[in-house]
């Protein structure tokens, strides 16, 4: 039986307002090459000046993940040639980094496990290789875009304690406010470390697999590259340490370069670039800003709003998706009801669209709306489920759809009787086992009466209905 | 009158009283600089730039408006400080076409303080050089005998004060680059303490050792240019120092007495010229006789500082140049097969030999494996040697040494030679790695007529202590000449 032993790094762009080392806008999309400068583009004779706000940003990310912040911190130039690399270096740190230590608490399959931190350092992003067809371009938008990377330690042993280590990251990121954390875009990437080992015996030799941009993407590779280097394993060969390349569409990694050719970086200190000294107090200082996180609404949906631990967990687990809920509540302060309506409802559709980026499209004002008339039995079920796909993308208001369309639940008692009898004519065998007891039943009669009524029908009347009609 | 004879100071005057216009100055500077094109002193000139400054300066006199510092004098700099719209080649193939597309700090203050930018001096390339004979544009000839460098790398910067193409100039000054020509073409060069100007704008060596400082004719015209150029630039350099500058030519002290003048003796060894050594004992003669005391100091890791030197100047280098890769400005080669092929052949065909060398030893010195035994081992003489210096200067307010071993030497002479070479800068690197400021002022000539420099070395931010001493030497000497 082998084990699997994962490391990640995982790089997040900070969202500054400026860029790392220059007051250019650090912002995604722009025509190309519009928000660049001299420094960033390594102009001859440009220097950087370190922006505060990704020092503070980085800060807080170690702070929240309970970091040590290091007094002393040094940036050091990382040399390689590439064309998306201006500078022919990348800024970045190596021995001192802003912030070691530290580390996440994941569950798998119920199972609670320590996921420990070897690092939280700030560097910044490469520019970016656009293939047209004259060739390759470089846009240097990107270039120079405050990141940290976050490196683990190699706790995690499934692709499924990566991912679940992974969203745990992202989530506490999104809380904190310091990146968008969109996978899309590229502002959260992984590079990923596997290796596999027989119990009892030490670590194997790991690969590595770089610029993985989906959870789903790095779920599958880490399960393909264990699969692999088990398979080699028992055909006797050894693993090579290499770095691979993970083609998503394939499912396959291929072998990109071996340790014998791998970049010498040649780091040392960054001379234009004094050394930062970050003061206790500053620290405290930012501490002592740091927002609610996951856990603390957590604690507050249970204690005040009476939801189980289960469901708090669930609506804060993503700051999107708790602060939406949070902001329906502003307009209807039925927490149980919406709570039950976000997990059920809204999750399906969610869960439906397979969104690398959770968005839910419709305003948290129109959901209170639709949830009001759905609670007020206005509308029944059906209606608001339908309603959820209709207003999606829109901003529709949903009591004028209501109106509009007719969807008003059907409460009428003698309208509905009529419509009742008539199925009842149309389907004495059904009628017939009802009498007989058989409840599952009533179940064909509410769907007839449903589908009569394009779904307007109140079902627990049509229940009613039912049952004094086979009296 | 022959003007362009004048110091800054001089010229400022006769501006200020009207006896001649910046226009008419700024023509007869560029007439001088065609007399001595033979120098090679230039890599360009901006004559249409420098005339229409010179008017405006001339216009803004006329209507009374206030006047920088510098107003209307012409100055030159170094072809490795940007500004704006001209070329700034660092004497190199691979820069030979670029245009700034922005300026440097330092030169936007000598526009700033009205001052009329001629040109760009020559330089070796990428400041990589003792002699200047490594620029791409050819070698600069020492204006005091054209048989002879005007040491490098600022031989531009030096020549064109000397041979009155302009009243001071620009240099920098990574490990002697603009004491040693000034040392050999007999003018004033100072370096200030590191972080005392902006580098941002100025292509860098070694970003660690980089200095911009300035050639003159006279150490007040140094104080004053030196002054203009300085403070911190929040916006643009991190390593410039949030230091308070002093008014330096206000400040000129006018004696010596009490001085205390550090003698280390490991300046004073037997490869030092004889004539070179008399020149430099008859100074600190002079210094006691007027009441200055003279004190041994000790600076015993003196010898390494070379090494260290070259490993830490070499790594940055290396660093630094990388950005030369044909992919985004400067020299292209042709007929290239993928990137790697592209970097390696425009590479190849863009860098000169010595910057070559300088990148190779800079990449083996940082390299996996090797970086502990010398990149880190430099670093800590470094310390030591910062040390050593900040141990000497608590029994003395200056040093004083020779600013090089020998007077200038011929054209051709060490270019075979490169180690040769190097230990032009024994005296002058140290006080790169102590972060010093100092300055070689002149001190007399040999039998051929070949300037001898001094150079006085202060601690950090004391360069008053500097201008104070070299001025009045300079002023007693030319008394009693």
Not at chain 1, 8 to 21: A, G, P, V, W
Not at chain 2, 38 to 44: D, E, I, M, P, R
Not at chain 2, 277 to 290: H, I, R, V
């Amino acid at each position: 039986m082998y084990k699997v032993v994962i490391g990640l790094e995982t790089h997040c762009e900070l969202k500054t307002s400026t860029k790392c080392f220059c007051a250019c806008k650090n912002q995604f999309g722009g025509e190309p090459n519009t928000q660049c400068c001299p420094v960033c583009v390594g102009m001859p004779g440009a220097l950087p000046i370190l922006n505060k706000t990704a020092v503070e940003y980085a800060i807080k990310a170690g702070l929240a993940v309970g970091c040590k912040i290091n007094e002393y911190s040094v940036f050091e130039r990382k040399n390689y040639f590439y064309p998306d690399l201006a500078k022919a270096y990348q800024i970045s740190q190596l021995e001192y980094p802003l912030c070691v230590g530290g580390g996440v608490e994941i569950e798998v399959d119920g199972t609670k496990k320590f996921i420990r931190l070897d690092r939280i350092h700030l560097e910044e992003d490469a520019a970016k290789l656009v293939h047209s067809k004259t060739g390759p371009k470089v846009d240097y938008n990107r270039g120079g875009v405050p990141l940290i990377e976050i490196v683990s330690m190699p706790d995690l042993s499934s692709a499924e304690e990566a991912v679940a280590y992974l969203k745990k990251l992202r989530s506490t990121l999104l809380y904190l406010g310091v990146s968008d954390c969109k996978m899309q875009e590229g502002s959260l990437k992984c590079d990923v470390n596997v290796s596999v080992h027989k119990e009892g015996e030490p670590f194997g030799t790991r690969t590595e697999m770089k610029n993985l941009n989906s959870f789903s993407a790095i779920f599958r590779a880490i399960k393909s590259e264990a699969k692999r280097q088990q398979e080699e394993l028992e055909k006797g060969n050894k693993i090579v340490q290499e770095t691979r390349r993970w083609d998503d569409v394939l499912g396959k990694s291929f072998s990109m370069r071996t340790k014998e050719d791998a970049q010498d970086y040649r780091y040392f200190p960054d001379p234009d670039i004094i050394p930062i000294h970050v003061r206790p107090n500053y620290v405290e200082s930012i501490s002592k800003q740091l927002p609610k996180m996951a856990q603390e609404r957590a604690q507050i949906y249970v204690n005040d709003f009476g939801l189980t631990e289960k469901d708090a967990v669930l609506l804060t687990d993503d700051k999107y998706i708790s602060d939406y809920f949070e902001a329906i509540l502003q307009d209807f302060n039925e927490p149980k009801f919406v709570c039950n309506w976000m997990l059920g409802e809204v999750f399906k559709k969610l869960n439906a669209l397979e969104q690398e980026d959770t968005e839910i499209l419709i305003s948290p004002q129109n959901m209170a709306k639709l949830l009001k008339l759905y609670k007020s039995e206005t509308i029944g079920q059906s209606v608001a489920r339908k309603l959820l796909d209709e207003l999606w993308g829109t901003d529709k208001n949903p009591e004028e759809v209501v109106k509009e369309q007719g969807l008003t639940q059907m409460s009428d008692t003698n309208q509905l009787e009529g419509i009742i009898k008539a199925i009842m004519d149309e389907n004495p065998k059904a009628v017939q086992e009802l009498k007989s007891g058989n409840n599952k039943t009533m179940a064909f009669f509410v769907g007839q009466a449903m589908k009569k009524t394009a779904g307007k029908a109140n079902p627990k009347l049509v229940n009613e209905i039912v049952q004094k009609l086979i009296k | 009158m022959d003007f362009l004879k004048l110091s800054l100071f001089e010229i400022k005057q006769k501006l200020e009283s009207n006896e001649i216009t910046s226009e008419e100055l700024t023509k007869m500077c560029f007439n001088q600089i065609k007399a001595t094109q033979k120098l090679n002193a230039l890599v360009s000139t901006c004559e249409e730039f420098a005339l229409s400054t010179a008017k405006k300066v001339d216009q803004k006199r006329k209507n009374g408006e206030k006047l920088g510092a510098l107003a209307g004098v012409p100055v030159i700099i170094k072809d490795n400080i940007n500004l704006e719209g001209t070329r700034t080649t660092c004497a190199s193939k691979f820069l030979e076409n670029f245009v700034s597309p922005y300026t440097a700090t330092c030169a936007q203050k000598l526009l700033d303080a009205d001052a009329v930018i001629l040109g760009k001096a020559n330089m070796d390339e990428f400041a990589m050089g003792s002699s200047n004979e490594n620029s791409a544009f050819g070698p600069v000839l020492n204006p005091v005998n054209q048989d002879y460098v005007p040491g490098g790398s600022s031989g531009g910067s030096a020549t064109c004060v000397k041979a009155n193409q302009c009243f001071a100039s620009l240099g920098t000054d990574t490990g002697g680059s603009i004491r040693e020509p000034a040392s050999f073409c007999g003018v004033v060069g100072l370096k200030p303490t590191y972080g005392r100007v902006s580098r941002f704008g100025v292509v860098a060596f070694a970003s660690s050792l980089d200095q911009v400082g300035v050639f003159s004719r006279t150490v007040k015209d140094n104080a004053l240019m030196l002054q203009v150029i300085s403070g911190e630039d929040q916006e643009h350099d991190m390593t410039s120092a949030k230091m308070p500058v002093p008014n330096f030519v206000e400040n000129l002290k006018t004696d010596i007495k009490g001085m205390k003048i550090g003698v280390a003796k490991q300046f004073f060894d037997d490869k030092l010229n004889s004539e070179v050594k008399q020149s430099l004992e008859n100074a600190l003669k002079f210094f006691e006789q007027n009441g200055a005391i003279l004190v041994d100091v000790n600076l015993p890791s003196l010898d390494v500082a070379s090494s260290a030197y070259y490993i830490i100047s070499s790594a940055e280098a290396t660093s630094n140049l990388a950005r030369f890769d044909g992919v985004k400005y400067g020299f292209q080669a042709q007929n290239f097969d993928g990137i790697i092929d592209l970097y390696f052949k425009s590479r190849t065909q863009g860098f000169g030999p010595e910057v070559k060398r300088r990148i190779m030893l800079g990449n083996y010195v940082l390299s996996s494996g090797y970086f502990d035994a010398y990149y880190r081992k430099a670093k800590r003489v470094q310390k030591i040697i910062q040390q050593e210096f900040a141990e000497a200067f608590e029994k003395c307010d200056v040093m004083i040494c020779p600013t090089v071993a020998t007077t200038a030497f011929k054209l051709g002479e060490k270019t075979d030679d490169p180690v040769a070479m190097y230990l032009s800068d024994i005296f002058t690197v140290p006080i790169n790695l102590a972060k010093l400021p100092a300055m070689s002022i002149p001190c007399g000539q040999d039998k051929k007529g070949l300037p001898i420099g001094m150079q006085i070395i202060a601690k950090q931010w004391n360069e008053q202590a500097i201008f104070d001493v070299a001025n009045f030497f300079e002023q007693s000497t030319k008394e009693a000449k």
